[in-house]
């Protein structure tokens, strides 16, 4: 079985050597993401919860790029650059999902200059 990079224009283009996503299969599995624009390049604010909906936003665009949706997500593994922002990435997260909701880990990490959070995912599709 082949495993086939997964792109879209929708996400930001990857910055090093990783694919956006990698589908082998019917399993997806995403690359964290963050609150940057794509059209941009830019972070879009300072705010944990703008930055989390965009990172979710980014996912859903890369997805829904391999053929899914947020509802084929059956785990999510969540950074956050301080423990007193959860509460903020929570909120938004529960936007993006309904119940059954992926398994979820979050992790307090040193992200990247300015970024409050990043996200990463593994789907499995239909069929």
């Given at each position: 079985?082949?495993?086939?990079?997964?792109?879209?224009e929708?996400?930001?283009?990857?910055?090093?050597?990783?694919?956006?996503?990698?589908?082998?299969?019917?399993?997806?599995?995403?690359?964290?993401?963050?609150?940057?624009?794509?059209?941009?390049?830019?972070?879009?604010?300072?705010?944990?919860?703008?930055?989390?909906?965009?990172?979710?936003?980014?996912?859903?665009?890369?997805?829904?790029a391999?053929?899914?949706?947020?509802?084929?997500?059956?785990?999510?593994?969540?950074?956050?650059?301080?423990?007193?922002?959860?509460?903020?990435?929570?909120?938004?997260?529960?936007?993006?999902?309904?119940?059954?909701?992926?398994?979820?880990t979050?992790?307090?990490?040193?992200?990247?200059?300015?970024?409050?959070?990043?996200?990463?995912?593994?789907?499995?599709?239909?069929?």
């Amino acid at each position: 079985m082949a495993k086939t990079e997964i792109s879209t224009e929708l996400a930001p283009t990857p910055v090093a050597s990783y694919s956006q996503a990698v589908r082998l299969g019917n399993t997806v599995y995403l690359a964290g993401q963050g609150g940057f624009d794509a059209q941009t390049g830019k972070l879009v604010g300072e705010d944990v919860r703008d930055q989390t909906r965009q990172t979710l936003q980014n996912l859903k665009y890369v997805v829904e790029a391999a053929g899914g949706n947020m509802n084929d997500l059956v785990t999510v593994r969540v950074f956050i650059n301080e423990h007193s922002e959860f509460e903020g990435m929570n909120e938004v997260y529960g936007e993006f999902f309904e119940k059954p909701y992926p398994a979820r880990t979050t992790v307090s990490a040193g992200l990247g200059l300015g970024m409050k959070v990043e996200i990463d995912a593994v789907a499995v599709l239909a069929g």
